[in-house]
């Protein structure tokens, strides 16, 4: 359980006459790594861009470590943040960019030598302080970002799409290198992302936001398990997504009764992975497959809609037009207290 660090009360940003953020409540613990996790458009960046002080509330206040800082300048928010696109200097060596910021406010000599070595060493990047950003992979250059960040003693951090100019290997290593510098400083961490499977592998919580507004706050495990509306369940791999009325499954063409025994909900959703295919009451063709090594993917056309389904790959394969008959199973579905 984290104590209120960072508050963000019923904030409000707009961009113009177009309202971007909404009465947004969020708060957030020291030494929490917190992901802004939505599609484009969403608000998440907007958000961040306010924490920063990049952009002005139209209304709301934003508190940190009991400061109101909503009009607080950029510069004396003590908020650091790394850009998307790293905006290194390509003119200076790995050193000379990690002490820009601690050199415009004054400091220099072994103070300065101290705390630049010590931020290069923080990412593993001590052998390299001579070199410029040209001369650095994608990752090595995500690192130098982090450390100038870093050695100015941000009381928040903040990352906008930090992993998102890298390719799949780096980011699992930046992943892991993100974390381990979050852990080792304990300083208060946000970083957006459009990337689910990157917030569920490195946040402690995850806002999800969906048109200026929150859908669903959680752990990665809550997210992921118990989605609690019809946008996070398909955010987050539950592709067969159903509206519930009465007791009823609505489907294209007509409606479901279920069991006595089904939750009341809003509606109920269901991994591929969850749908039982090659047996059950519903019946089902083949419009689609795919191997993805362990598994085989099929899309199904049924009278309930498109089903997506996942089975094991040393299940036996089924050509394209085959029937397939399937259920879905009521153990398997995630309650949706919310479907619009």
């Avoid at 490195?202 to 936001?209: G, S, T």
């Avoid at 009278?303 to 029937?323: N, R, T």
């Amino acid at each position: 359980m984290y104590d209120a660090y960072l508050r963000l009360e019923k904030l409000t940003l707009a961009y113009g006459n177009t309202i971007a953020v909404k009465d947004l409540d969020l708060s957030v613990g020291k030494g929490e790594l917190v992901a802004l996790l939505g599609p484009s458009g969403c608000g998440k960046t907007t958000t961040m861009r306010s924490i920063a002080g990049l952009l002005t509330p139209a209304s709301g206040r934003i508190n940190l470590d009991g400061v109101d800082i909503t009009h607080v300048s950029a510069n004396k928010r003590a908020v650091g943040l790394v850009f998307q696109s790293y905006a290194l200097f390509p003119h200076l060596t790995v050193y000379e960019n990690v002490a820009f910021g601690l050199r415009l406010k004054g400091i220099g000599g072994k103070d300065l030598d101290a705390k630049v070595s010590a931020g290069i060493k923080s990412v593993g990047l001590a052998k390299f302080a001579d070199r410029k950003p040209a001369e650095l992979s994608g990752g090595q250059q995500q690192r130098v970002a982090l450390a100038r960040s870093m050695v100015m003693e941000p009381k928040v951090l903040l990352l906008d799409e930090p992993l998102s100019n890298l390719d799949a290997r780096l980011r699992l290593e930046m992943r892991a290198e993100l974390q381990r510098v979050q852990r080792e400083t304990g300083v208060t961490m946000i970083f957006v992302t459009h990337d689910q499977v990157e917030a569920l592998a490195l946040a402690d919580r995850i806002v999800v936001m969906l048109n200026g507004g929150v859908e669903q706050i959680g752990t990665p495990e809550e997210i992921y398990n118990k989605p609690v509306s019809a946008f996070v369940a398909d955010f987050v791999g539950f592709e067969n997504v159903f509206k519930l009325e009465n007791g009823r499954l609505v489907t294209p063409n007509d409606a479901i009764e279920l069991p006595a025994s089904a939750p009341q909900a809003a509606g109920l959703a269901w991994r591929p992975s969850a749908v039982a295919l090659g047996s059950g009451p519903f019946q089902g063709t083949v419009r689609g497959t795919s191997f993805a090594g362990g598994t085989r993917e099929y899309l199904l056309d049924t009278p309930l809609g498109p089903i997506k389904a996942e089975v094991d790959a040393s299940w036996p394969p089924h050509e394209m037009g085959a029937a397939l008959s399937f259920d879905l199973p009521l153990a398997a579905a995630a309650t949706l207290s919310r479907f619009g």
